[in-house]
T-cell receptor
Framework: TQLLEQSPQFLSIQEGENLTVYCNSSSVFSSLQWYRQEPGEGPVLLVTVVTGGEVKKLKRLTFQFGDARKDSSLHITAAQPGDTGLYLCAGATTGTASKLTFGTGTRLQVTL | EAQVTQNPRYLITVTGKKLTVTCSQNMNHEYMSWYRQDPGLGLRQIYYSMNVEVTDKGDVPEGYKVSRKEKRNFPLILESPSPNQTSLYFC????????????????FGPGTRLTVL
């Protein structure tokens, strides 16, 4: 079973600060996704990256897939209270696209 | 509205009493999965289904059963629940995207919080 380690586990910052969340593995993934989960709800897909070195931007969120496709990062610029939630990365390996391995998550709290 | 629905949302039961958690999706997705979410362990896949009558074990299948008789429904069955199955359960549906580099974008239901006493 592939393992995806996320860091940090918890992050509490003030509105306007920048932050980066990391997702690391010793395994190579064919695709990697980031989800956000709010209390009492299921995870919601933010982005999928499939190419080594790929960078995708979603408003203030920037996602990067490592060149070797073993790691990924999520950078948030000027965090807002609405960014509060649990961020999960999830990877799939070639030939097993229907089987996702999830990281343990990073719980982010953004305060005023 | 495209959605995945689960019922019940909350359930408290006792050890050994068979239960079923239903899951239904209205997006005509081929793939469906069940996950459990536990503190410190993240989301772990229990079972998944690639189409009607096609199911396979995920990472933690022990103590669970599933069936996929219709494309839209994917119930999770606990024949004899035990306290270690107390958890938050999520159903998800998806279809392959991405062409050659195919990947699977999951749409999750709202979750079922199960407590087994």
């Amino acid at each position: 079973t592939q393992l995806l380690e996320q860091s940090p586990q918890f992050l509490s910052i003030q509105e306007g600060e920048n932050l980066t969340v990391y997702c690391n593995s010793s395994s190579v993934f064919s695709s990697l996704q980031w989800y956000r989960q709010e209390p009492g709800e299921g995870p919601v897909l933010l982005v999928t990256v499939v190419t080594g070195g790929e960078v995708k931007k979603l408003k203030r969120l920037t996602f990067q897939f490592g060149d070797a496709r073993k790691d990924s990062s999520l950078h948030i610029t000027a965090a807002q209270p609405g960014d509060t939630g649990l961020y999960l990365c999830a990877g799939a390996t070639t030939g097993t696209a229907s089987k996702l391995t999830f990281g343990t998550g990073t719980r982010l709290q953004v305060t005023l | 509205e495209a959605q995945v629905t689960q019922n019940p949302r909350y359930l408290i039961t006792v050890t050994g009493k068979k239960l079923t958690v239903t899951c239904s999706q209205n997006m005509n997705h081929e793939y469906m999965s069940w996950y459990r979410q536990d503190p410190g362990l993240g989301l772990r896949q229990i079972y998944y289904s690639m189409n009607v009558e096609v199911t396979d074990k995920g990472d933690v299948p022990e103590g669970y059963k599933v069936s996929r008789k219709e494309k839209r429904n994917f119930p999770l069955i606990l024949e004899s629940p035990s306290p270690n199955q107390t958890s938050l359960y999520f159903c998800a549906s998806s279809r392959l995207a991405g062409g050659v580099a195919s990947y699977n974008e999951q749409f999750f239901g709202p979750g079922t919080r199960l407590t087994v006493l």
